[in-house]
Structures are given as C-alpha cells and as structure tokens.
DNA sequence: CGCTTTTGACCGGCGC
DNA sequence: GCGCCGGTCAAAAGCG
C-alpha cells in the first residue's frame, strides 16, 4: 500500500532534524555532561529542572530524535495536544459519556515532559530499572525502510525494489509508573533494524525513590549511575536531547 | 480478591 | 474535508 511517507532520496532523515543528537555508550558517559544531565532529569535523579516545558514546541520534536536516527519511519508527533473543551459529551477514551469519574482534565494543554531513549539490547522487552511499571496499551506501529538498510528477506527486497521502501512493523508498548502520584512515562520497542535491540523512551521524573535499588534517590555522579543500572541497560547507548 | 496485561475502540493532531 | 496514526482508555481476561 501506499500509507508509506513519500521517500526522501535526498536523505531527509539526515537533514530533517534540528536536534544535536549525542549517541553515547552509557559505559563511557562521563564525557557528555549533557548525556549525564538528560539521563538524570529522566529518571528524577538529581533533577535539573532545566527544561521548563515551556516550549511545547520543542518538545514535539523530541520524538522525531528516535525515530529518525534509528530509521524509523518519520512520525509527526503533536506538541501540545489540547484536549480541549468541553462541551462535548462523547468523552475521551471513547467510552460511554456516562462517566463522570473519568473527568479527564480538557480544557488543559498537555504539556510534553522531557524525553530521553535508551538503546538496549536485550532479548527481554520490559528492562527492569527499579521502577513499577504499568502497561496500559500497545499498538503495532508501521516502519518505512530506506536505501542503505541491509535487506535479508526475499519478500521485503520484492517490495523494496519496486518501491524504494518497504514496510514492515513492530510491536510498541506503553507504560506508565504505578505511583500514582508520579506522571513519568515510558514506551518500548524493539528496533525495526535489529530485533534484538530494545527502544525504551522514557518521558518525565519520577518523583520518588525506585522501588528496586537498595539506594534510590538522589546520585551525584555517572558512576553511580551506571551501577545503579541493571546489566541489560548496562550495554544502552543513550539518545541524548539537548 | 486485587493487581496487571491484553485488546479493540476512540480522540485529536497532522498531512495531503 | 478526509484519512492516517500516535496515544490513551477501559472492559475483560489472566494470574498469583
């Protein structure tokens, strides 16, 4: 089919981004302060609330940095999504309008938190990170192929040949931490390229301690990141925004 | 019994 | 305006 994105000969994917993307090995973090900042804030460790989420705007474009450097097919990601007003009865969640428990706050922006990605491979999706984590959906997600990726499937070099891409998909979940009082998200998949690596973006702080690591909280330096680490995300490599 | 996962449907933004 | 797609909801099923 053709619910392919029109195929950027000129390599949009390599242009496209106006993000300074830093792919560091979490082994050898210590040389990207920023890298370090951005893996912090993420998991609410020693926060720098540089990011102030004022700016929506860039915000949106956080998503784009996974996708495109990882080869995924360009998604257009919406900054703000006002869920807005109001008046309507067909509330959200597409569920009977007879809920009123389920007041969703409309009529508020919602604001994109921070997002950082980690590069994992694991034959295990879920990674643990001393966090409680919450599935609460899933979707199969659609991915263009563009010259330059090794083809090893007959089926997809047909597809390929005749079109310039092809599509395969992959599997994405969503989770959110079962603290209640704690919005941070995240979203694994496994990378369309290689199967046997695990994407797991994470998107806000975590505003209390991990449940799994004997000392949660607050570190103070990259070392003690790294050994706060599991041996699966161990071997990441960090997707860095700044 | 309570918590988690699965799954289909829906909402809203975005591109055409 | 329409269709696609990412993100979310919530009922049902699964599990300890």
Redesign the pocket.
């Known amino acids: 089919m053709d619910?392919?994105?029109?195929p950027d000969p000129g390599g949009h994917f390599a242009t496209d981004s106006n993000w300074n993307l830093a792919l560091t090995p979490i082994t050898s973090i210590t040389s990207s302060l920023a890298t370090e900042r951005a893996v912090y804030s993420g998991f609410g460790w020693n926060l720098q609330p540089g990011h102030t989420s004022s700016e929506p705007g860039s915000f949106?474009d956080l998503?784009r940095i996974d996708a495109e450097n990882l080869g995924f097919?360009p998604?257009?990601?919406?900054?703000?999504?006002?869920?807005?007003p109001p008046d309507?009865s067909?509330?959200?969640?597409?569920?009977?309008p007879e809920?009123p428990s389920?007041v969703?706050k409309?009529g508020q922006k919602?604001i994109r938190q921070p997002r950082f990605a980690f590069m994992t491979k694991s034959e295990v999706d879920?990674l643990e990170d001393g966090y409680?984590?919450?599935?609460?959906?899933?979707?199969a997600?659609?991915i263009a192929h563009f010259p330059g990726l090794k083809i090893e499937q007959p089926d997809l070099y047909v597809s390929f040949r005749s079109t310039g891409y092809f599509i395969t998909s992959t599997k994405?979940?969503?989770?959110r931490c079962?603290n209640s009082k704690c919005t941070v998200?995240k979203?694994v998949e496994r990378s369309s390229e290689d199967p046997t690596i695990v994407i797991t973006t994470y998107e806000g702080q975590h505003c209390h301690h991990t449940v799994g690591f004997p000392r949660g909280g607050i570190i103070s330096h990259e070392a003690t990141l790294v050994n706060h680490l599991t041996p699966q995300f161990r071997n990441s490599i960090i997707l860095e925004f700044s």
Not at 75 to 84: H, R, T, W, Y
Not at 172 to 175: A, I, P, Q, V
Request: no cysteine; proline share 4%.
């Open positions: 619910d392919a994105p029109n949106g998503d097919a998604e257009s990601i919406s900054s703000s999504s006002s869920e807005d309507k067909t509330g959200s969640g597409g569920k009977p809920i389920k969703r409309k919602r879920h409680r984590w919450r599935k609460y959906g899933q979707k997600v659609k994405r979940s969503y989770y079962t998200k979203r």
